[in-house]
């Protein structure tokens, strides 16, 4: 349970006493009228429920015990009122006479129906008075009967008293097929505890609760200035009733809720988040209702996929402002569009991000702040998370001093729990000089490097044609066949920037389900994106092909796919890279979106020798001449090369030799076997090392061929 200081605690629970106190006696005084119309007396129901003797004895500590029932219903009339006047804080009670407007007998009935929720001994006393019937919870009749005023004239149907109750979800009926007036009501606990102590139950995943106390104030969100000015005047304009739902479009893993929480701060409120949800916000009935109660904003936080509209549900009981946390997709269907405002949160330039982690990493000491701002271009709650891992693990190893490295593993750690399940991570490892590839790929190469490295810092330095470029993203595409070195450079650039890649089969999210595509690509984009992590997009043909000329359905909405991606990437604002064996395939307006286009070649007869020479092991007895003769006749693309040169080393391992001339001749020519090729060389060295027969196997083929 949330706790406020105890002094809040205790008024909001002694202001429940004393409405529970009232309702007992209004309780007690319906009994005193019913014994003027043969019903048994007060007395007599002393003697058959001593416990009710008790708390009449507990009431009259409170009020004078010289007034008679009637004057003592209209005592805690008045001076249930006047307490709550007086107290500067929120009483749950209060709320629902000073902003639902409710009458004091529908307060009463309220209290009335918790009674057994108390003392299960009212529930004996229920079942004598509602005899024959016998029920143990109050029936709708018998609870505007108790409430009901002396007068004749003005008094209040028991429907009038108890529909509020209904409606607002603050009590519920077992069985409405019964006649109305037999209605057996039951409070709603969790409400009930709700009102008896002034504070919600612990938030859950889906339910998030933040008193007043714990909210930001406004100046203190740490956000772009122009933004922060505009949020300011959104309280102001709920005051004045001339808005009432804040739509704030914020990207993934930024602090959405903060900057929520001080608009509620400001208004004097305390905050309920519930979310991330689903397309439509789940239908809690009593939502609205809580809200009142805690003095509290409600917060719908959704997680929309393109073309998808959120539709939300009414809040019984609640007449307050609203806010509606999107990301870059979807919108809000709702009746009141004219009292909308729309916002949206940028992403944390360079200098808010230095003052996020110093703020996160809650003093803790870090080398190279400015570079740690640099390289994590991360949004707010992300940072929050990333910089809490890494004070732990930091004092777990019992340091004082936080590095880059922490930060990159805390980070790391965040990118397996969030993005694992959506793409496939890549070792970020091996350096330029391990990349044997033709110069102006290699130039090409070069240039992205550069471009990622400088991606924010570069809208600094543009000319005035330029105008505001806010994209700070760097999309690229690697062309070539299978095997010419493009993942191994996309892994290889992740290496040299420190950042972490993960790889995404096109094809396999491709889905014949209509939307289903653009959801897939929509949540993957989105997640990368937020975490700064580079992307790369295999065999990027399945989507990237030209558009065609719409004749059926299928080519309607594959253009549909086409065209959303098409979109999405030219507002997407972290690295990407996408591969393509079939360069010639790709709808045009896709490479004039990219970035950056680097082909990738076949590689010659001195990039292959370099190959060979670079996956060889150092201490292979390969002749020089055998090697120039395989890498000047044998064509083979570099990844397999790479294959080659794995299968001679795991002969040699399994004869316990160093690689040689046998061995390497040996793996070209299952290489060539495997791709259905035929092995160019005349056989130079006849196998004689114990390969399980696969040796005389080779020789056959050979000669077959």
């Not at 109750?165 to 606990?189: C, F, G, I, M, N």
């Not at 859950?204 to 609760?209: A, E, F, P, T």
């Not at 880059?404 to 993005?419: E, K, P, S, T």
Request: glycine share 8%; hydrophobic share 40%; aromatic share 6%.
């Amino acid at each position: 349970m949330v706790q406020d200081d105890a002094t809040d605690t205790f008024r909001a629970q002694d202001h429940y006493a004393l409405n529970l106190f009232a309702g007992i006696h209004c309780l007690l005084a319906h009994i005193d009228r019913l014994s003027g119309v043969g019903g048994e007396s007060v007395e007599q129901h002393f003697s058959r429920y001593p416990f009710l003797r008790e708390y009449h004895r507990q009431i009259l500590l409170v009020m004078p015990a010289s007034l008679s029932w009637p004057d003592g219903r209209q005592w805690w009339r008045a001076n249930l009122r006047a307490i709550a006047g007086q107290s500067g804080n929120h009483l749950p009670l209060e709320a629902l006479d000073g902003q639902l407007r409710f009458r004091h007998e529908t307060i009463m009935a309220l209290m009335l129906a918790g009674l057994v929720e108390e003392d299960s001994r009212f529930g004996t006393l229920f079942a004598d008075l509602q005899q024959p019937l016998g029920y143990r919870r109050p029936m709708l009749e018998t609870l505007g009967q108790v409430v009901a005023a002396e007068d004749a004239v003005t008094q209040l149907s028991s429907w009038d008293v108890c529909s509020p109750l209904l409606t607002t979800r603050l009590v519920q009926a077992d069985d409405t097929r019964l006649p109305r007036s037999e209605w057996v009501l039951k409070v709603d606990p969790v409400l009930w505890d709700l009102i008896r102590t002034g504070q919600p139950e612990v938030s859950g995943q889906r339910l998030k609760y933040l008193s007043h106390q714990q909210l930001t104030p406004m100046d203190g969100v740490i956000v772009e200035h122009e933004f922060q000015q505009r949020l300011k005047g959104v309280p102001s304009l709920f005051r004045q009733g001339r808005a009432r739902i804040l739509v704030l479009r914020a990207p993934e893993g930024s602090h959405s809720v903060e900057v929520s929480g001080a608009v509620a701060q400001a208004l004097g409120k305390n905050l309920v988040v519930q979310g991330p949800g689903p397309e439509k916000p789940e239908a809690d009935e009593t939502l609205g209702i809580s809200c009142t109660l805690l003095n509290a904003m409600p917060v719908y936080k959704l997680d929309l996929a393109p073309g998808e509209t959120a539709h939300l549900p009414a809040l019984a009981g609640y007449d307050g402002p609203i806010i509606v946390i999107l990301g870059k997709e979807g919108g809000l269907d709702t009746a009141e569009a004219g009292q909308l405002i729309n916002l949206t949160m940028p992403a944390p330039d360079y200098h808010q991000r230095i003052r996020l982690w110093e703020r996160y990493l809650n003093g803790s000491r870090i080398e190279n702040l400015a570079g740690v701002a640099r390289r994590f271009r991360l949004p707010g709650a992300f940072i929050e998370q990333v910089a809490g891992m890494t004070i732990n693990d930091v004092a777990l190893e019992g340091r004082r001093v936080v590095g880059l490295d922490d930060i990159r593993g805390a980070a790391r750690n965040l990118n397996h729990q969030r993005l694992d399940t959506l793409a496939d991570p890549l070792d970020a490892k091996g350096s330029w000089s391990q990349l044997i590839s033709a110069a102006a790929t290699s130039d090409k190469l070069q240039e992205l490097e550069l471009r990622c490295l400088y991606r924010e810092r570069l809208q600094d330095h543009l000319g005035p044609a330029f105008g505001n470029p806010a994209n700070c993203g760097v999309r690229a595409l690697f062309t070539g066949r299978s095997g010419t070195g493009k993942t191994l450079a996309a892994r290889i650039l992740a290496a040299e920037l420190g950042m972490d890649i993960y790889r995404v089969d096109l094809a396999s999210i491709v889905n014949k389900y209509i939307g289903e595509t653009e959801k897939n690509l929509n949540k993957v984009l989105t997640r990368a994106e937020a975490l700064d992590v580079i992307l790369l997009l295999d065999e990027g043909d399945s989507l990237l092909g030209g558009r065609t000329e719409v004749k059926n359905a299928n080519d309607r909405y594959a253009n549909l796919e086409t065209n959303y991606l098409l979109q999405r990437l030219e507002h997407y604002q972290g690295i990407i890279l996408i591969t393509t064996n079939l360069s010639d395939n790709i709808d045009k307006a896709f490479q004039r979106r990219m970035d950056i286009v680097i082909p990738f070649f076949q590689p010659r007869i001195e990039q292959r020798l370099a190959i060979f020479q670079l996956h060889l092991p150092s201490e292979h007895r390969v002749d020089d001449l055998f090697l120039e003769k395989a890498a000047q006749h044998c064509a083979l693309m570099g990844g397999q090369i790479r294959n080659v040169c794995l299968h001679a080393s795991l002969v040699a391992l399994d004869e316990g030799a160093a690689v040689t001339d046998e061995h390497l001749e040996f793996a070209l020519r299952s290489e060539y076997r495997k791709n259905g090729g035929i092995y160019p060389l005349t056989q130079q060295h006849p196998a004689s090392f114990n390969d399980g027969g696969m040796g005389a196997f080779a020789n056959a083929l050979s000669q077959h061929y």
